[in-house]
C-alpha cells in the first residue's frame, strides 16, 4: 500500500459553498485595496480561484471564474472580459489538473500552482498589449511568486474549517 508523503492523514469535511464564494469574495475585496502600483502583490482572486478549483473541481468552476473575472475587470476599468479569459483557462486548468495537483505535498502543490498563475498573468499582459497598453516590466510577473510562497499559509486558512475534530471511537477504524 502506497503510503501519503504529506504529514496530516485527517478526513476533511466537505467544504460548504457559502465557505467558498464568502472566500473569494474577500479576495475580490483584497484586490480592491488601493496599494497602488506596488509589484509583488498577488491578485488574490486567481490564486483563492485556483484553490478551489484545485480543492473543490464541482463546486467552484469555469462559471465562478468568469464572474468573478468579470467583476475584476469592472473593478479595475479594465478591457472588458481581460480577467474573465485569464480566470476561466485558469480554471480550466486547474480543474483538469486537481487529482494530480493533489497527490503531492502543499510545497510541491505551490509549484504546479506556479505555471498556472504565470500563464494568467501573461494572458492578461497580452490582452493588454494588443489592445495598446506598455509592457509593465518583468516584475509584473513577481506576484506569481508572492502568490506561491503564500500558497502554504491559504491551504491551511482555507482547509481550516474542513477539518473534522480529533475523535478517538475504538469502534470504528477511521
Known amino acids: 500500500m502506497i503510503q501519503p508523503t504529506h504529514s496530516s492523514r485527517r478526513i476533511l469535511l466537505p467544504a460548504r459553498g457559502w465557505f467558498i464564494y464568502l472566500s473569494l469574495c474577500a479576495a475580490l475585496v483584497l484586490n480592491l485595496i488601493p496599494l497602488g ?3 509583488g502583490i498577488p491578485d488574490w482572486v486567481a490564486l483563492t480561484l485556483v484553490f478551489w478549483c484545485i480543492h473543490q473541481p464541482l463546486k467552484v468552476g469555469m462559471g465562478a471564474a468568469f464572474f468573478f473575472g468579470l467583476a475584476m475587470d469592472v473593478a479595475n476599468a479594465s478591457v472588458m472580459g481581460q480577467h474573465a479569459l485569464a480566470y476561466v483557462l485558469l480554471a480550466f486548468a486547474a480543474g483538469g489538473l486537481s487529482r494530480r495537483i493533489l497527490w503531492f505535498p502543499v ?3 505551490a509549484l504546479h500552482v ?3 498563475l504565470l500563464g494568467t498573468q501573461f494572458i492578461m499582459l497580452l490582452i493588454r498589449l494588443v489592445t495598446g497598453a506598455e509592457f509593465p516590466g518583468v516584475l509584473y510577473f513577481l506576484s506569481s511568486f508572492v502568490a506561491v ?7 491551511y486558512i482555507l482547509l481550516l474549517p474542513q477539518y473534522r475534530a480529533i475523535e478517538h471511537d475504538e469502534n470504528r477504524p477511521i
Open 37 to 39: 502600483r506596488l509589484p
Open 107 to 109: 510545497v510541491q502543490q
Open 114 to 116: 506556479l505555471p498556472l
Open 149 to 155: 510562497l503564500l500558497w502554504h499559509p491559504l491551504n
